[in-house]
């Protein structure tokens, strides 16, 4: 039986890292007892593991047990680093053990699984540089700061390289415990697990939950200027190369610049804030899906459901129908 080890942080914790910790433990129980009941041996012996005898959360309110203190485990086979709180810098001295300890375990053959913000104690470990990774779309900007080195990939809902996985935001920690489930049981299991917790099997992408506010933080006063003009005229037909020459940077600097600032090219965020706008006007009012593309600033209805799709993963009209409520009542 393969060991699954389930970190229990001592610090830096948040209401969705027992969530985490709970669901984790609840869907993997569930996917061995229907092992058993099939006549099959049971994948997993689950164990929650911390660095304390009691981790308390929500200030207090609600405490968990580890099973075991991670040092008492020679050789896990898959790891489960639970989300964990989204104002993250460093970690603290509790977690720093976890980054040792998580480090060494890979290195004897350890698969990792960050959910969510958990992605940041993984990060710490510099086992994700040069790998592909998610988080919560709204701790993408601060991750990329810390973790240049990583290959963010923000829209995917699941990320799986050399063993290491990890998943977007909230409760779509859900979706990839799914994924592991399939992964190392087999598909039926997990249409099982996906049918007894009602949790949508085979979704890919958390592009649509996306909420684009442009990164501000970088300390580029001249490329906050060129996103300010951007975000003010984005209806407009914008000529880069005149926007550099106002802002006096030659072209290509002030688009190194500008990637290097926000993680995207110029056309890239004006496209983002153009969408952007667009989904705002699809969720709140009842204008045509024509109407709305005039108003973002495009002219093709080809391209804009080209860019609407690529960017949040569905049409303008499925986008629409799904969070209009006076549409869906129509």
């Known amino acids: 039986m393969k060991q699954l080890t389930i970190l229990v942080p001592d610090a830096q914790t948040g209401p969705n890292t027992i969530s985490c910790i709970v669901g984790a433990y609840h869907i993997f129980t569930s996917a061995n007892e229907y092992a058993k009941a099939n006549g099959k041996q049971p994948v997993f012996h689950i164990q929650l593991a911390g660095v304390s005898e009691q981790s ?10 580890p099973q075991v203190n991670i040092s008492s485990i020679r050789k ?30 890979y290195k004897t053959g350890a698969e990792l699984a960050s959910m ?14 040069n790998k592909s990774c998610s988080i919560h779309w709204n701790a993408v900007d601060n991750f990329r700061k810390l973790f240049p080195k990583v290959n963010m990939k923000a829209e995917k ?3 799986d390289e050399q063993g290491i996985y990890t998943n977007g935001g909230g409760y779509s920690f859900l979706n990839l415990v799914l994924y592991l489930v399939e992964k190392f049981y087999d598909r039926q299991t997990a249409i099982y697990c996906s049918k007894i917790f009602q949790i949508e099997i085979d979704r890919q992408t958390q592009s649509d939950f996306a909420i684009f506010n442009g ?14 003009y951007i975000e003010h005229h984005f209806d407009e037909k914008i000529s880069f190369e005149d926007l550099s020459r106002k802002l006096a940077v030659s072209r290509r600097n002030f688009d190194r610049r500008f990637i290097k600032a926000t993680g995207n090219t110029p056309v890239e965020y004006w496209q983002r804030v153009k969408i952007e706008c667009a989904k705002k006007a699809l969720e709140t009012t009842r204008k045509t899906i024509n109407e709305v593309m005039y108003d973002a600033g495009y002219s093709d209805v080809k391209a804009f459901r080209e ?11 499925e986008y629409k129908h799904k969070y209009n409520k006076e549409t869906a009542l129509t």
């Open 215 to 228: 990164q501000k933080l970088h300390g580029d006063e001249v490329i906050k200027k060129a996103q300010e």
């Open 76 to 105: 896990a086979d898959l790891i489960i680093i639970p989300a964990i709180k989204s104002e993250f810098s460093k970690p603290d001295k509790e977690n720093l053990a976890l980054v040792t300890w998580i480090r060494e375990q």
């Open 157 to 159: 809902l699941i990320t």
């Open 56 to 65: 308390d959360f929500v200030n207090g309110l609600l405490s968990v047990t």
């Open 116 to 129: 969510c913000t958990g992605a940041y104690l993984l990060a710490s470990t510099g086992l994700l540089d």
């Open 307 to 317: 860019v609407f799709r690529k960017i949040t993963g569905l049409s303008p009209l």
